[in-house]
């Protein structure tokens, strides 16, 4: 009976060491207060506005991942992550509970990682080699929001590291009849590569990207539904990294887009981080977009920082300002296309008036956990 009890009790450990499992709820949590002039008002001047503002320095969110070792080098594993507003509390809204990642798949450490659900976007890639990290002001900001969108209907693949290369891909379907998309669902088809190369001294990553229109499934707005090519630099030099980056954004047969402007985007930027200290951290940088068909070119200068009080929170700071031409009308945050001030369903479009300037700062805290 002893040794029956023993078989038992040696065979539950062994199911149990074979399948570890955990699960861990993490979030992050960003609040602070913003100034910023040169917003576009009724009468065709600017006007200022002083507010809190939530997800400045990075967005608010919160959300679970889990893992399940089953043996055999292989894991299951699961995330799911919403967004929020810290000053109000309200969550994404329109975008689903899970807006940002709610994905399942498995993972081997030797034939890499498969993933398949809703997550960010591939484009958001560039956010390893922003100096600002993705803030509210920074690569995403000239190009509308085109560089940080989420995707659904994904299907994700990660690769381990080889000789210092790994690989990314992700492809979403439209779920339309129309394999592209043809205006019956909320989404065309996207689909992207990414290659990085990681070493002591620098690191370098190329991406491609395609978001198609749902409506027809052509590639038809730089902003929202275009082909996105970027060759990203980030360089180690002790106390300094510096960054830098190319994209090339671009619509389809110009001929067909006759009436559309623009049709394709030039976006560059380069920046220094200095840790002063293991806590503190001075960022500058520069971006510029340069639109086609008189869509005119802008330039945001920045400067910034942050200061850790503890490992899990931040203080942090940003001063920037958009020099726009005389015919954009680019604003420090990724607005969408149009002009600026009141729209027709109520809401507040904070692009500038056509050929003005703009210039904000924020200072906040931000707390993960």
């Known amino acids: 009976m002893k040794k029956a009890l023993l078989a038992a009790s040696l065979l539950t450990f062994g199911v149990a060491a074979h399948a570890q499992s955990s699960v861990t709820l993490y979030g992050r949590l960003d609040a602070g207060l913003e100034y910023i002039s040169g917003l576009s ?72 990682t498969l993933t398949a659900g809703r997550m960010l976007f591939i484009s958001n890639g560039v956010w390893d080699f922003d100096p600002f990290g993705q803030s509210n002001w920074s690569s995403a900001s000239l190009v509308r929001g085109r560089n940080w969108p989420q995707s659904s209907n994904n299907i994700a693949y990660q690769s381990p590291k080889f000789a210092g290369f790994d690989f990314y891909g992700q492809y979403a379907l439209s779920n339309a009849t129309n394999w592209n998309g043809n205006g019956t669902t909320p989404q065309g088809r996207e689909a992207g590569a990414q290659v990085t190369y990681t070493a002591s001294l620098f690191q370098v990553r190329g991406i491609y990207d395609e978001i198609r229109n749902k409506a027809n499934g052509q590639f038809t707005d730089p902003f929202n539904y275009s082909r996105e090519y970027s060759a990203l630099v980030n360089v180690f030099l002790g106390q300094f990294k510096v960054q830098a980056a190319y994209q090339a954004i671009r619509t389809a047969n110009a001929a067909t887009l006759a009436n559309a402007s623009p049709t394709s985007l030039d976006h560059e930027w380069g920046g220094v981080t200095w840790q002063a200290t293991p806590a503190a951290a001075l960022i500058a940088a520069v971006y510029h977009v340069n639109a086609n068909k008189g869509g005119g070119n802008a330039t945001i200068y920045t400067i910034g920082g942050s200061y850790n009080l503890s490992k899990r929170t931040l203080l942090d700071i940003q001063v920037a300002t958009v020099r726009n031409s005389s015919t954009a009308n680019f604003g420090l945050e990724a607005n969408p296309a149009g002009t600026g001030g009141v729209q027709s369903d109520g809401t507040f479009n904070d692009n500038p008036p056509v050929g003005k300037h703009q210039t904000g700062v924020y200072a906040g805290i931000q707390h993960s956990f």
């Open 41 to 112: 008002n009724s009468t065709g001047g600017t006007t200022s506005r002083f507010k809190a503002e939530s997800g400045d320095w990075g967005t608010s969110l919160w959300g679970m991942k889990g893992v399940e070792d089953i043996g055999g080098g292989n894991k299951v594993l699961f995330q799911l992550e919403g967004s929020f507003n810290t000053m109000t509390g309200q969550g994404p809204g329109g975008g689903g509970l899970f807006n940002r990642w709610a994905t399942v798949g498995m993972s081997n450490d030797m034939y890499g």
